[in-house]
């Protein structure tokens, strides 16, 4: 790479609130970490794409912009490089491919993503070496569709808070239609976040859960509807508008499998709590905010059965030693526990889950990989040459 290389740059993300909800078209509330995915590129004069990574693990990749890429072996790293390329070739005609090395400082497969941060970076820089530009939240919903292209039926957040994060802030998003709602962290805050060593693959072993229960939310809510004598194609907020939660978990509860009722608990109790954990955010009341990520947790782990022992495990840890309260953050299955506390607290909830986490799983040096603070971070950018 010529020293004359413009970097894209797009930061992981913790979800704070709002876990397996953005599919079901609900509100999330995540903030980007300042960790992120670096992409130095230069354009091509052809359609190639050539990536390399610094990480020697992962293996160099080329392939050919165009409508429709043939996709890698799955869990291929270059998948969402392909996914970012053809998502946007499919916008724009005759685009030229890039030279790119990659380097991300983001734990992998931890629940931050890391992949929709690659994939990001690749588009912003594919973007920027061909010269066409877009409105920001039509970039969004182009990237969150074209990341199916990897085989996951994820929502939208992960790409809206990597491009429109704003530092300090963590971000309401909503869907149909889509915004971005900051409210400022305040300063007395500090989010944990901590890898329980168990990998959550989002295009690898954790994809068919995930997708099963992305299936089962739409059931549940398909089953409903009808039984309201709506119609079937009638949104979750449109239930939530015609009902109360209350009245709707009833309906769920007399008409469906038990299994599919509670999937149905969690999507209904995790959004009401996203709005209450804004208000106590702006509110600065951390104790509410302590309560509500714990309640998520336990949603996650009985209704939804997306947590992990080893999470389970880290979530209990972090509250033993003071955190206000800890959920699981991104789809589980593995993968990172977020926690809140106060400032002065902080180096004391590290410090007990490196010596009764980390310690006894044999795990002591830089454990500050695997556990850090998150700092609110802005979004995804383009850096002119240095
Ligand atoms: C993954 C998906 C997101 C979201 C989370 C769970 O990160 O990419 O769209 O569904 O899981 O909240």
């Known amino acids: 790479m010529t020293p004359r290389a413009h970097v894209a740059r797009a930061p992981g993300r ?10 079901c078209g609900l509100s999330v509330f995540p903030m980007a970490l300042r960790r992120s995915v670096r992409i130095e590129f230069n354009p091509r004069a052809d359609r190639e794409m050539r990536l390399a990574d610094r990480d020697p693990g992962f293996a160099p990749s080329a392939f050919s912009v165009s409508e429709s890429i043939p996709p890698g072996p799955a869990g291929d790293w270059a998948n969402y490089a392909r996914a970012a390329a053809q998502a946007l070739a499919r916008r724009f005609p005759d685009l030229r491919g890039i030279d790119a090395l ?22 912003l ?11 920001s939240l039509e970039l969004m919903e182009l990237l969150a569709r074209g990341e199916r292209y990897v085989g996951t039926a994820g929502g939208g957040m992960d790409q809206a808070i990597i491009l429109g994060a704003q530092a300090g802030c963590a971000s309401r998003i909503d869907f149909q239609p889509l915004r971005l709602t900051p409210t400022a962290v305040p ?11 168990v990998h959550a693959e989002k295009s690898g072993a954790a994809q068919q859960a995930y997708n099963e229960r992305t299936r089962q939310g739409d059931e549940a809510r398909r089953l409903v509807a009808s039984r309201r004598g709506l119609p079937e194609d009638t949104a979750y907020a449109a239930l939530l508008t015609a009902d109360s939660v209350d009245e709707l978990l009833k309906v769920a509860g007399a008409s469906m499998p038990q299994v599919l009722s509670r999937r ?39 209704d939804y059965e997306v947590s992990h022992p080893e999470l389970d495990r880290l979530v209990e840890l972090a509250r033993e030693a003071g955190a206000a309260g800890a959920r699981l953050t991104g789809a589980g299955f593995g993968g990172s526990i977020v926690a809140l506390c106060r400032v002065e607290r902080a180096p004391e909830v590290i410090s007990a889950l490196r010596e009764k986490f980390y310690a006894p799983r044999g795990v002591a040096d830089d454990v500050e990989r695997h556990v850090f603070v998150a700092e609110p971070s802005g979004g995804a ?3 002119a040459p240095g």
């Open 14 to 23: 913790v979800n704070l609130i709002g876990e397996h909800i953005d599919y």
């Open 381 to 383: 950018e383009v850096l």
């Open 102 to 123: 990659v380097e991300s400082d983001l734990p992998i497969a931890a629940g931050l993503s890391s992949s929709s941060a690659l994939l990001v970076a690749i588009a």
């Open 187 to 197: 300063t007395g805050w500090r989010f944990i976040v901590a890898w329980s060593l």
């Open 125 to 135: 820089a594919i973007m920027h070496a061909n010269r066409v530009t877009m409105a």
């Open 264 to 302: 149905f608990r969690h999507v209904l109790t995790e959004g009401a709590r996203v709005r209450q954990a804004e208000a106590a955010m702006a509110a600065g009341n951390l104790e509410a905010f302590g309560r509500l990520l714990d309640a998520s947790h336990q949603s996650l782990r009985d």
